[in-house]
C-alpha cells in the first residue's frame, strides 16, 4: 500500500499537480462556513448553499481535478457547480442529461476570484434570475425543491433530496 501511494504522489508531482489536499466532510464544510453565511442577508439557506456545496464538489474533493488544460479546478473558486454565463470560465469535462441519455461532454463553468465571489454570485443569480421567480423561501426544504429543477441538470428530485440528507446528517441548520 505504501508503495501504491507513493507512486500516485510521485505521478502526480511529475505531472505538475500538487499532492491532494485531502479534508474530512466537516473540515470542508468549516472552510466554506463563513462564506456561505453571506447568502442569509439576500434571504437564502446557508444551510442550503453549504450543502449544495458539499455535493456538487464531493466535499472538496473534486476541486483537486484539472480543467481540460490540465490546471487544478481548485483555484477558480467555483465550489457551487455554476455554469458559466459571462466574464472569465474555465473548461472542464462533465456528466450531462438523466439516466441512460447522460453523456460526458465539455462543459464552461464560471470561474470566481473569491470564494467569497462564488457565494455571492449565487445568491444574486437565485434571486435575480427569471429561472428561479418561482422559489419558495418560506424554509429550506421547500426552499431546495423550488429552486433544484432549474440548479441540477439531471433528476431535480434526487438532487434535493441529497442536498436535504447532507443539511441533516451535517446539522448545517445550525448556519442558518
Avoid at 505538475?16 to 462564506?35: N, V
Wanted: hydrophobic share 35%; glycine share 8%; net charge positive.
Amino acid at each position: 500500500m505504501k508503495w501504491i501511494l507513493t507512486g500516485v504522489f510521485l505521478l502526480g508531482m511529475l505531472f505538475g499537480g500538487q499532492p491532494c489536499q485531502a479534508m474530512s466532510p466537516d473540515q470542508y464544510i468549516e472552510s466554506i462556513a463563513p462564506y456561505a453565511q453571506q447568502v442569509k442577508k439576500h434571504g437564502l439557506f446557508p444551510s442550503v448553499a453549504i450543502a449544495q456545496s458539499c455535493r456538487e464538489t464531493g466535499f472538496g474533493k473534486h476541486l483537486d481535478t484539472m480543467d481540460i488544460y490540465g490546471r487544478p479546478i481548485r483555484q477558480y473558486n467555483n465550489v457551487l457547480g455554476k455554469k458559466w454565463r459571462s466574464g472569465h470560465y474555465f473548461e472542464k469535462t462533465t456528466w450531462e442529461g438523466a439516466g441512460t441519455g447522460r453523456h460526458m461532454i465539455v462543459g464552461k463553468f464560471q470561474a470566481y476570484r473569491s470564494l467569497q465571489d462564488c457565494f455571492e454570485d449565487y445568491a444574486v443569480n437565485i434571486n435575480n434570475n427569471p429561472a428561479y421567480r418561482y422559489k419558495d423561501t418560506s424554509n429550506l426544504y421547500r426552499f431546495i425543491h423550488s429552486i433544484a429543477p432549474r440548479y441540477a441538470t439531471d433528476n431535480p428530485w434526487a438532487y434535493a433530496s441529497g442536498v436535504i440528507r447532507i443539511i441533516e446528517k451535517y446539522n448545517l441548520t445550525q448556519y442558518d
